[in-house]
């Protein structure tokens, strides 16, 4: 069975649990207390040298990374819906996952630290203008669209949205977003949906 070692207030573990679900995948869930330091013994090290959540073990693939994950399961267990083939649609999709390791770990996941957990090396004037950019050109962008890319859902979508969908724990107002609003209320509704703490089913 595959194992997802993570911690519930991570929004990178919640991506992956949340590709599980859609793809209506078993798992095991291993909890890892980031607060007392799991991540940083030896047992877990061993597994991923890292020192991060989450952490997938399929049989003998053991992988790192949320948006690496992402890309394992969909190729593995799903289909071309959540990850094309062809090179274009490929690298569209691709690129939102760049994004979410980008401006959004930037912007909205940088003000989660800093209001939830206390990071203290965080500048949240540059965070909050991050968060501001990113969600001013995610707005634009779902003008007239449904999803992130092509008339479905895909991994971008699954990436992109936790850091968004808890964007008010770092005290970031989505209400001048409606489009982001809208496309946070799709995701929802999309079949064996699954929350987390501060994202309601």
Known sequence: MIKLYGHELSGNSYKVKL???LLNLDYEWIKIDLM??????????????????????????????????????????????WLPL????LAKV?????????????????????????ATNINLDRANQKAEY??????????????LEFNHPTIADVAVFPYVGLATDGKIDLTPYPNVLSWINRV????????????NN
């Open 19 to 21: 590709m599980l679900a």
């Open 36 to 81: 007392r330091g799991e991540h940083k013994q030896p047992e877990f090290l061993a597994l991923n040298p890292f020192g991060q959540v989450p952490l997938l073990v399929d049989g003998e693939i053991v992988l790192g990374d949320a948006q690496a994950i992402l890309v394992y399961l969909a190729r593995q267990y799903g289909n071309e819906q």
């Open 86 to 89: 062809a090179a274009l649609p």
């Open 94 to 118: 691709i690129r939102w996952l760049s994004t979410t390791a980008g401006e959004i770990r930037q912007g909205m996941e940088s003000t989660r630290l800093y209001h939830l957990f206390k």
């Open 134 to 147: 990113i969600l001013t050109q995610l707005n634009d962008h779902l003008s007239n669209r449904e999803w």
């Open 188 to 199: 929802k509704t999309l079949p064996n949906f699954v929350g987390m703490i501060g994202i």
